[in-house]
């Protein structure tokens, strides 16, 4: 456990398991996982190319509650395919979003937690890694009308592909210093646009623009935390307490085209011009 | 690496929407038509190439930071203006689908792409499950982010039979660096992979595809493959039936471990409930 104020002493959530990770933001006893890897519904799609599956497809399912209150908690597994998405680990977490979504219709009060390590789709079962991230995000948008939906970027992996707008879609969105977040991951950008575009090798400079201190500067998520375990909890805590926002993330859409349409693109963008650009202070 | 702007969309738009008003959206690079089908009011919506888009790596045609915004206005001004209309009233929106992708590059990234792409996925989703019906009609490429953000929230997805009718997660030559694969060798496995492949009829087996519709071209269609599209999504709006959902999706013949996930889940859910 965490040791009161000494940080040397605090257990950082990001060199957690997935499992550990669930276990971590629930009331100590209430997770309940479904679909177990004792399910054993593995990809076979991954088996048919030669590549040995996982018992649980990287993804972990699970219901429980925080604070009292009953929640599904999802966690992707970034240690298997880079927290890939193919067929079963999609329909693990879509499946257990639409039972939430049904559960709320019925009046049953249920949120949702999503740990997001994740590269998006598994290229290995690419249409149906994309099939499966367009119901997860058909899911959170029918689900957060009725309760809050918090996402949670920690690190190493981060979150992109088609996982980045699942997590734009989100109620609220919370990462650590170690996480990334960006539609497209570095390797692509380089792969179509050249290196001078983007340098997939350049650490710093990737972190300097996706990075959670830098989309917290830019407006693009809500908080910047710290990835002690103790304190992810209390801010997963803090934020589903706030209940549904007045409006979510993905509605920003007139301050949004009003602040990109102004953008000089003469000359290439700094993580310095996106802060200006995109702060909540920036004038319109 | 440079792409041609394909001019597919645009053919359709312009035929489809003949009898339609044309405007712009908030960018140049979206055009909304508006009018009638068949007695139903509708919205065609397309995201076509600028070669003078602010973005240079959204040029061709690609879903950018403002596409994905400018969509999201578009959709969910018509259902703002449509909240108080009965369900079997609210106008279809169709999307014409020609995406070559999202857009790659640095600003795009540093600037929030993803929720750009967010913005539209959202209204999209909001719109069908208000009861527009929601029908994507796929003319060209319908890649990856792009097929996302414009096409992939419709309740009712029709593809133009036609070999330049393309669905997929990333480019080949993306795809083969990442995986650390030759384009020959994924071509070899789309050949039994069928979420691999790059074409249609694989693309179908994963219940995806609703219908193919089987016009004598599709870069110089005539008029009776224009009337042949029409009536098509015309059916498309009634076979739908008030269907705010995409769960049929599920019934694919390569959809076996989705449903089974599924039907694992329900039966564990309750017993999974916290005490």
Redesign the interface.
């Known amino acids: 456990m965490s040791n009161g104020n000494d940080p040397r002493l605090a257990i950082s959530f990001v060199e957690q398991s997935a499992r550990k990770r669930v276990e971590h933001i629930l ?1 100590a006893g ?1 997770m ?4 177990t890897p004792f ?1 054993r ?1 593995t ?3 991954l088996e ?2 030669g590549i040995v599956p996982q018992f649980d497809d990287g993804v972990v ?5 925080i604070d009292g209150k ?1 929640v599904v908690a999802i966690a992707v597994d970034g240690s298997f395919q880079g927290g890939s998405l193919g ?2 680990a ?3 977490i879509a ?2 979003l ?2 939430a979504v049904e559960a709320n219709q019925a009046g049953e009060s249920i949120a949702a937690v999503l740990i997001l390590e994740t590269g998006g ?1 598994r ?13 997860i ?2 899911a959170i ?2 689900l957060r009308q009725f309760q809050p939906v918090v996402a949670l970027i920690t690190g190493p992996v981060g979150c992109f ?2 996982m ?6 989100c109620s609220y969105l919370l990462m650590t210093r170690e996480g990334r ?5 570095p ?3 380089e ?3 050249g290196v001078s ?2 340098d997939s090798q350049d650490r710093p400079f990737i972190w300097g ?2 990075g959670g201190e830098q989309r917290d500067a ?1 407006g ?1 998520i809500d908080d910047f935390i710290d990835s002690d375990v103790i304190k992810v909890r209390q801010k997963v805590q803090e934020y589903l307490s706030k209940g549904v926002p007045k409006a ?7 301050s ?2 009003d602040r ?2 102004k ?1 000089d ?1 003469r000359s ?4 310095e ?2 802060r200006a ?2 702060s909540k202070e920036a004038s319109l | ?1 440079n792409i041609l702007a394909s001019h597919r969309g645009r053919i359709w738009f312009d035929l489809l929407a003949a009898q339609m008003t044309v405007k712009e959206g ?2 140049p690079s979206l055009l909304i038509g508006e009018g009638e089908l068949s007695g139903r009011t509708c919205s065609l919506l397309l995201i076509q190439p600028d070669a003078h888009n ?4 959204a040029r061709h045609g690609e879903v950018g ?2 596409e994905g ?2 969509l ?2 578009a959709v ?1 001004h018509i259902v703002s203006q449509e909240a108080t209309v009965e369900p079997v009233h609210k106008s279809a929106i169709i999307a014409i689908v020609d995406v070559p ?2 857009a ?16 539209a ?3 999209y ?2 719109a ?2 208000a009861g527009h019906p929601v029908i994507s009609l796929l003319v060209g490429k319908a890649m ?2 792009a ?3 414009h096409g ?2 419709a309740n009712s997805i029709l593809a133009l039979n036609d070999s330049g009718v393309m ?5 080949k ?3 083969a ?3 650390m694969r030759s384009e020959d060798a994924l071509d070899e ?1 789309a050949k ?2 069928p ?3 790059y074409d249609l009829k ?2 179908a087996t ?3 595809i609703d219908d193919f519709i089987d016009v004598s071209s599709a870069i110089a269609p005539s008029p009776e493959d224009i009337e042949l599209v029409q009536r098509q999504l015309v059916q498309a709006v009634k076979n739908l039936g008030g269907d705010t ?3 049929k ?1 599920l019934q694919g013949e ?2 076996g ?2 449903r ?3 039907e ?3 039966a ?2 309750k ?5």
Do not use: C
Request: aromatic letters at 6%; zero cysteines; proline letters at 2%.
């Open positions: 009331d209430s309940r996982e479904m679909v399910d519904v990809s076979h799609w048919m190319q399912t699970t219901r429980g509650s009953s067929e079963v999609g329909a693990k499946g257990t639409e039972l789709v290229l290995q079962e690419a249409n149906l890694g994309l099939a499966a991230i367009a119901e995000q058909s948008v029918a592909g088609g980045s707008i699942t997590a734009g879609l977040l960006g539609l497209n991951g390797q692509v950008i792969q179509e646009a575009e983007y623009l996706t830019t693009l979510f993330r993905s509605e920003a859409i007139q949004s085209l990109l349409k953008v693109t290439q963008i700094t993580a011009m996106a650009i995109l | 690496m908030a960018v602010r973005y240079p790596r930071l403002l915004w400018a999201a206005e969910s992708s999202q790659y590059g640095r600003r795009e990234e540093a600037l929030g792409i993803h929720q750009a792409l967010a913005g996925v959202s209204a989703a909001q069908r499950q990856s982010g097929f996302l953000a992939y929230q669905v997929h997660a990333m480019g030559a993306a795809a660096r990442i995986t496995l039994t992979v979420p691999m492949a694989s693309f994963l219940g995806l959902q995409i769960t999706r390569n959809r471990a989705s089974l996930v599924r694992r889940l329900r564990q859910w017993s999974a409930a916290p005490k």
